[in-house]
């Protein structure tokens, strides 16, 4: 029941948040960059430091395809590399299309999830579930950047309360994400004072989820410049921006 309902959640979200009008090549996009971040995490009460670093890639294969890669590395002080994903695929009329999502946790293998355009089905290295693919399907790590390009695409004045779905695939299942956004406002970083829409992602309110905010810098291409994760044990992870490289 519970896939069931998930995937008839998902067709009514999809049918309703992604217009298929605007063609892939006029998608607007980020300029390719690597992100740095200084990180504090609260792991079972123990404080810890450590910085965090994201590669947004884009490569063009023709006059019409253009395929996206982000990598992202989390380090903190003695354990070192606690946590190392990535995403990659093509970018599509409705945005950012993962082909693979890959994820190595401390101390645990690499998983893997696909998304099989061929069988238009979702399915884990680590688990048995299945989902359809109709367009518009995320991962974690991609799911943010989508955000970022459909920030970059909806020409309309962003207000409080506004909200955008998606369905987004972890290492075992999927879910029915949705985005809020609380308030335009300023916020003082590394890089100076900047203009940001404050996001939050948070968990359905019969369920224990992950709450996700998000602070991405209107000036700056909507890169996301402050990252808050907290799962529902109490563990915290905040991400402040150091810098920002943008490449070819």
Known sequence: MR???????FICLTSTFFPM??????FKLAPSAELIYSLKST???????????VRWQLKPQDSKATQYRLNSETKVAVLGKILISS????IQDFGLAPDRF????????????????????????????KYPIQGGEQDRLSATWQ??????NQ?????????WSMFVAGSRDAD??????????????????LNVMHIVKAPPADAQGQRIELWLAIDLDYYPVQVRFQDSNGDVLEQKIISITKSD
Do not use: C
């Open 3 to 9: 896939i069931n309902s998930l995937i008839t959640l």
């Open 21 to 26: 009008s605007a063609q892939a090549e006029k």
């Open 102 to 129: 890959q994820e190595k946790r401390f101390r645990r293998s690499e998983v893997t999830t696909y998304f099989d355009r061929e069988q238009k089905v979702i399915h884990f290295s680590e688990s048995e579930l």
């Open 155 to 163: 020409h309309v004045q962003h207000k409080s309360g506004q909200e």
């Open 43 to 53: 792991q079972k009460g123990i404080p810890l430091t450590g910085e965090a670093k």
């Open 87 to 90: 995403s990659h695929g093509s």
């Open 147 to 152: 955000l970022v390009a459909l920030m970059q």
């Open 176 to 193: 029915p994400w949705v985005f809020k956004l609380v308030d335009l406002m300023k916020i003082r970083t590394a890089l100076g004072e």
